[in-house]
Nanobody, 115 residues
Framework: QVQLVESGGGLVHAGGSLRLSCAAS????????MGWYRQAPGKQREYVAS???????SYRDSVKGRFTISGDNVKNTVHLQMNSLKPEDTAVYFC?????????WGQGTQVTVSS
């Protein structure tokens, strides 16, 4: 079994920063990629950023230049540094591990950006 636990969410003013972390435990083998998604109220879950086992990163356009994803495939952790936050970044953020055995999700952490 694989478990993902996120931390680091909270309330911040527009322009502020937060750092999200996600730690995976259990039978972690053959990581393909690690990533972050988010879901705002009344909206579908959307992709935010990801990092492959080789270190290649990808971001949705609206967070490029503001968010930075980093990962440690030895410690099985992934982080999302979020700077210059905007009210439209408000959402529940979920971490995602894509393993050879399947895809796993964390329980989510709330990020609220006030204007």
């Amino acid at each position: 079994q694989v478990q993902l636990v996120e931390s680091g969410g909270g309330l911040v003013h527009a322009g502020g920063s937060l750092r999200l972390s996600c730690a995976a435990s259990g039978s972690i083998f053959s990581i393909y990629s690690m990533g972050w998604y988010r879901q705002a109220p009344g909206k579908q879950r959307e992709y935010v950023a990801s990092i492959t086992i080789g270190g290649s990163t990808s971001y949705r356009d609206s967070v490029k230049g503001r968010f930075t994803i980093s990962g440690d495939n030895v410690k099985n952790t992934v982080h999302l540094q979020m700077n210059s936050l905007k009210p439209e970044d408000t959402a529940v953020y979920f971490c995602n591990f894509y393993l050879r055995r399947g895809e796993y999700w964390g329980q989510g952490t709330q990020v609220t950006v006030s204007s």
